[in-house]
């Protein structure tokens, strides 16, 4: 029983360790990704939403268009896509104040499309992927915060995108708060890389909607 007891205790010490060395690359790897700008020439540039008030984009949400903005204007794609719905007792999504601080910028309303179902990351990228398609658009680059990329590149190549990550590098979540998001991200992909981001994310089926 005793020779049991140790193999169990060996076994049991073997697979944490396993899974602290997988925790611990992942977390090295969302942050090599986070410093890493690999935007080209590419049919669309995908915003992420953010919080928004009252039709008035927040700071980091702000961060991530102004991003977006200087990559049109480097004529890096043709069109941005907006993405993110309402949250309860909003007036306004967040793809419509994104577009509308857009259009402050220059960009007119013909070049941008609209995602206004997605209440998290993948429902806005997953049906944001599903009407691309029906234009024939499949490369794209991806803008969000820095801790995002490495989970937002996966996500866009579980849904048949190639995508590209190109992060905002004037977000106002910085130090410690990064440092946490950075760890939520790392518990993210962690588990994403082995269930799929998918039930990761906890939605039960691809928004398929055409809300371009």
């Given at each position: 029983?005793?020779?049991?007891?140790?193999?169990?205790?060996?076994?049991?010490?073997?697979?944490?360790?396993?899974?602290?060395?997988?925790?611990?690359?992942?977390?090295?790897?969302?942050?090599?990704?986070?410093?890493?700008?690999?935007?080209?020439?590419?049919?669309?540039?995908?915003?992420?939403?953010?919080?928004?008030?009252?039709?008035?984009?927040?700071?980091?949400?702000?961060?991530?268009?102004d991003?977006?903005v200087?990559l049109?204007?480097?004529?890096?794609?043709?069109?941005?896509?907006?993405?993110?719905?309402?949250?309860?007792?909003?007036?306004?999504?967040?793809?419509?104040?994104?577009?509308d601080?857009?259009?402050?910028?220059g960009?007119?309303?013909?070049?941008?499309?609209?995602?206004?179902s997605?209440?998290?990351?993948?429902?806005?990228?997953?049906?944001?992927?599903?009407?691309?398609?029906?234009?024939?658009?499949?490369?794209?680059?991806?803008?969000?915060?820095?801790?995002?990329?490495?989970?937002?590149?996966?996500?866009?190549?579980?849904?048949?995108?190639?995508?590209?990550?190109?992060?905002?590098?004037?977000?106002?979540?910085?130090?410690?708060?990064?440092?946490?998001?950075?760890?939520?991200?790392?518990?993210?992909?962690?588990?994403?890389?082995?269930?799929?981001?998918?039930?990761?994310?906890?939605v039960?089926?691809v928004?398929?909607?055409?809300?371009?």
């Open positions: 029983m005793r020779r049991v007891a140790v193999i169990g205790l060996k076994v049991t010490a073997a697979v944490l360790a396993a899974v602290l060395l997988y925790v611990g690359v992942t977390f090295v790897q969302v942050w090599l990704a986070s410093r890493d700008d690999n935007a080209h020439k590419a049919e669309a540039i995908v915003v992420f939403g953010a919080a928004q008030y009252n039709g008035r984009p927040s700071a980091v949400l702000k961060a991530r268009l991003h977006a200087d049109y204007h480097r004529h890096v794609a043709p069109y941005i896509v907006v993405t993110g719905g309402k949250q309860p007792g909003d007036n306004f999504t967040e793809a419509t104040a994104s577009a601080y857009l259009h402050t910028k960009v007119p309303d013909s070049d941008i499309l609209r995602e206004v997605g209440h998290s990351s993948w429902q806005s990228l997953a049906s944001t992927a599903a009407f691309l398609k029906v234009r024939h658009i499949k490369d794209v680059v991806l803008v969000s915060d820095p801790f995002h990329s490495l989970r937002i590149g996966g996500m866009a190549s579980e849904l048949g995108l190639d995508a590209a990550t190109s992060p905002t590098r004037t977000s106002p979540i910085t130090g410690l708060e990064a440092a946490e998001y950075m760890g939520r991200e790392t518990v993210a992909v962690a588990v994403g890389r082995i269930v799929g981001f998918r039930r990761e994310a906890g039960k089926s928004v398929t909607r055409d809300v371009g």
